[in-house]
């Protein structure tokens, strides 16, 4: 069964400075990955997910991942950040075995906080 | 605009009384999920469903029952057996059941008197 990890449960950073959100997952295969953002008392939204192909990904909102098969991690990244992308965020590892159901797995969710 | 629509926002629910979270898409997809957020444990699926008229238990299914009889439609209904049932709600569509993108609701938050 796949798993993943989020080890920062709460991070703080400057208005304007950069930020990295780290995802490490276990699964056999290729994984898909999947980044999603949770304002406080909403739904998720999608920010970007990783199939196949090139290793980064672009998102909405500037964000940007990276997919790094030798670390079994998928971290999110965004050069320069606003107060409105405070928010949690989620890591997401799904699979697909064959014949059988993409069973999304996600992870505990990071809690970002912005400072002036 | 197409989206995924959960009712009511806010629900409450009385010792031994069953209630019933309503999921709606209009994305003609044709899985939809539910999944349980606590603080601090992330989403935990409950039921999904691959098509209409099947649906199967999730990772934490007991205390929980759905339905699939239309498309559009997945409702959850929170039983009494389901001791714990304060949560936040959150219903998800993906246009396959497989390699594809879960979109989610709003969500409904359930708290207990």
């Known amino acids: 069964a796949q798993s993943v990890t989020q080890p920062d449960i709460h991070i703080t950073v400057s208005e304007g400075a950069s930020l990295e959100l780290r995802c490490n997952y276990s699964?056999?295969?290729?994984?898909?990955l999947f980044w999603y953002v949770q304002s406080p008392g909403q739904g998720l939204q999608l920010l970007l997910k990783?199939?196949?192909?090139?290793?980064l990904v672009q998102g909405i909102k500037g964000f940007e991942a990276e997919f790094k098969r030798s670390q079994s991690s998928f971290n999110l990244r965004k050069p320069s950040v606003h107060w409105s992308d405070a928010a949690e965020y989620f890591c997401a590892v799904g699979a697909a075995p064959p014949g059988g159901y993409q069973k999304v797995t996600f992870g505990t969710g990071t809690k970002l906080q912005v400072i002036p | 605009d197409g989206g995924i629509t959960q009712s009511p926002k806010y629900l409450f629910r009385k010792e031994g009384q069953n209630v019933t979270l309503s999921c709606e898409q209009n994305?003609?997809?044709?899985?939809m999920y539910w999944y349980r957020q606590d603080p601090g444990q992330g989403l935990r699926l409950i039921y999904y469903s691959q098509i209409v008229n099947d649906f199967q238990k999730g990772d934490i299914a007991e205390g929980y029952s759905v339905s699939r009889e239309k498309k559009e439609s997945f409702p959850l209904t929170v039983t009494s057996a389901q001791k714990n049932p304060t949560a936040f709600y959150l219903c998800?569509?993906?246009?396959?059941?497989?390699?594809?993108?879960?979109?989610f609701g709003p969500g409904t938050r359930l708290l207990v008197l």
């Open positions: 990783y199939f196949s192909g090139d290793t």
């Open positions: 998800a569509s993906s246009s396959r059941w497989g390699q594809e993108t879960q979109y």
């Open positions: 699964y056999g295969a290729t994984p898909y």
């Open positions: 994305l003609n997809h044709d899985a």
